[in-house]
Every structure is written in C-alpha cells, then in structure tokens.
C-alpha cells in the first residue's frame, strides 16, 4: 500500500488505551509519519506498530482530584511545547486527555481535528455547577472558538452530536462509532470459567457492573437494586472496580446486610474475559444530567460477548437509543429502578428471553469493530 509522504500526524492522549493504538495503527497505514505523544500505553489486544514514533509526557493521575488536574495542567504544557517544537509541522489528532487539551489548537497552528467522546464543561453539571459558573461560561466560550477552527471534528453518536450542536454547526460534525476491545464473542462458558470458580459464583444469576467507581458514577443505584432483590438468592450483584466511593458503597452493604453484593477490585488484563464473561447481566450507568455526553466503553464490551444489559440513563442518551434500536438492552432512568428490578427478575428466570437479547447484542457488536478506526482515517482524508 503506497503512503501518504508528504503529511505527517500527530496522535495526542495522555492515557492512551486499545482505542488509541487503534488509531494510530490506522493512519500509520496511510501516512508514512505517524507519531504519539502520551503519558502511557496499555496494550490490550491490538499492538501498536513499530512504525509510529512515540514521545512520552507525563502519566496521568487518577487521584485525589488535586493532583488529576495538576497531571492534566502539566501535560498540557508539555504538549503544547512539542506541538511548538517537534511536531510544529505535524496535524494533530487529539483523542480524550486531557480533557481541555484540544484547546490548545486556540494556540498552535497547525491543522488540528478533535475526537469527542465526553462533552466539557457538560461534564461539569454532575458536580453541581450551573452553567451560569465563570468556569462553564468560560470553557463553552472557549469550544466555540476551538471547534470553529478544527480541521476534522468527530464525535461517536448522534445523541453527543446534539449536544454539541451548541457550540458548532452540526454539519460540522462527523458521528463515526468506536469499537470494543473484543472483537467476536470469545465468552468462556460458566463450567470452564475459572473466574467462576475462584469465587464460586456457580448456579448465579450476575448481574454485573465493573468500572470506575468515582463520585460522577452512580453506582449506589447498583447497590439500590441488590437491596430490592435481595430476597433472590439466585441473583448476585457484583461491583468490580475501584474509585474513592467504594469504601461508602461497601459501608451501605454491610449495613443494609446485604449477602447479593459483591465486591471486587478490577482484575488483571488476563482475568478480564473470564470476569465478563462470568456475567449474566450487564448495567451501564449514565447520570442523567450528562447523559448526551458520553458513551462508555464498557457497552461495547458487553455486546461482543452477547451479554443483554441494563442501562441507567435519561431518554436523551445514546444508550436509550441503542436500547430502542437494537434490543440488546432495556434502558431505565433512575426513577424507574421498579421497574428495573421486574426486567432482571423476568430475564433471569427466561432462558428464550436471555438467548434473543444475547443474539441481538452479538449482531449489534459488528457495528463496533476495530474497522470503524480505518473509518475515522478514511473520513478524516475524505476531500
């Protein structure tokens, strides 16, 4: 295949995961220099080809918050140095952190696209910030401007599409879908599953949520629906992650005395098939103030390996329409746990029921596979 020769790029994230390397791989297909600036790389699947250059910056920081947004503040700098000096003549592909990195086009000149897949400062209202806040005004001003002057602008739906619409023109905006890190249902059966064993987990219905486990993730609304069940001995609610609530969900449980709950740190890259594999169920959890703005990833996952879900979200959100659309899932918004609760109790007793959600969740996964990076590049060349 003859390379592009005459253009270079620039893929900039902080935390650069399997998505990332999609990316990257992607264009180094098409261009002949393709670079990355990040903090960190963890592999997951896919390699990153030997033929894409790689400058490291700061790694990111989870928490406390203080010093997340320092490695955000610091990386920015240090990003906007290189795009200064080495990679003044690059275009940049700016993928995720940090997350006002992409700002930085305001001061740089070189041809730089955006992929959006959390809206800030939307974001923001989760925290309880209105958008009158000097911060919010100021960033969405900000967006306006940054938006204006992109060279691509992607996005990975039609929900955060709309929302974006606020700062920029909507045929402005390209919606390509991402992909799962799984790319065809390798799900490992229960009998041969030593996750299962390990936590005995054998003749369980597991619902299960794994993610991170922050105060912008509602996850109480897991252990809400374990204490509705809880007269269910059959069904196990399993929170697998980490985050600075999980000691506050874990004080609830014990308090509550619920036996359906369990938790658990997020496992090894080599136990991850075989943790989600373990699950009956999936939940995705989507605040509903911010719902239009994010997808998480974790949906994708779900699908690859045919496992139905349940999504917590508002109607605005990509979610609802994937649950609408494609009957993988049934969506509930947070005032509609009752009725969350009859889903799981009937698709935990109707094996048919199971099957076909789990066959429509296998279908719906082609639509979210490692090709749609090629498609970014391909949509990004497009004249």
Excluded at 56 to 75: C, G, Q
Excluded at 256 to 272: A, G, I, V
Aim: charged share 25%; with cysteine.
């Amino acid at each position: 295949m003859e390379k592009i020769k005459d253009r270079k790029i620039v893929v900039v994230n902080q935390a650069s995961n399997y998505l990332t390397v999609g990316f990257c791989n992607a264009f180094a297909n098409k261009f002949e220099n393709v670079s990355l600036v990040t903090g960190s790389i963890h592999i997951q699947g896919e390699e990153l080809s030997k033929n894409v250059t790689v400058t490291y910056i700061n790694k990111w920081v989870e928490r406390p918050v203080r010093k997340k947004f320092l490695s955000y503040i610091i990386a920015c700098l240090k990003i906007y140095w290189l795009l200064l000096t080495k990679y003044r003549k690059y275009e940049v592909f700016f993928v995720s952190i940090p997350p006002m990195g992409y700002l930085l086009n305001l001061l740089v000149s070189n041809r730089f696209s955006i992929l959006v897949w959390d809206v800030y400062p939307d974001g923001f209202k989760i925290t309880g910030m209105k958008e009158s806040h000097m911060v919010y005004r100021t960033w969405a001003a900000l967006n306006k401007k940054s938006f204006k002057k992109a060279f691509r602008l992607f996005t990975i739906g039609n929900r955060m599409a709309d929302l974006l619409e606020v700062y920029i023109s909507r045929k402005k905006l390209i919606i390509q879908p991402i992909w799962s890190i799984f790319q065809a249902n390798e799900r490992v059966s229960k009998d041969e599953n030593p996750f299962i064993d390990k936590h005995n987990l054998q003749n369980k219905f597991i619902v299960q949520y794994s993610g991170n486990i922050g105060f912008t993730h509602k996850v109480e609304v897991v252990v809400q629906l374990a204490e509705m069940l809880k007269e269910y001995e059959n069904i196990l609610f399993q929170i697998i992650g980490r985050g600075p609530r999980m000691p506050v969900l874990q004080k609830i449980v014990e308090e509550k005395n619920l036996p359906n709950c369990m938790f658990l740190p997020f496992q090894s890259d080599e136990m991850f098939p075989f943790s989600l594999s373990a699950a009956d169920l999936g939940i995705v959890i989507l605040d509903e103030l911010t719902s239009k703005g994010s997808v998480p990833s974790k949906s994708y996952n779900l699908m690859s390996y045919g496992i139905p879900s349940v999504y917590i979200a508002g109607e605005d959100s990509e979610l609802h329409d994937y649950a609408q659309n494609y009957n993988a899932a049934k969506c509930f918004t947070e005032r509609e746990l009752n009725k969350a609760k009859e889903f799981i109790l009937q698709i935990s007793t109707n094996k048919q029921q199971w099957n076909e959600m789990s066959q429509n969740a296998m279908n719906t996964s082609k639509l979210f596979r490692r090709d749609n990076a090629d498609k970014f590049v391909e949509l990004y060349l497009k004249e």
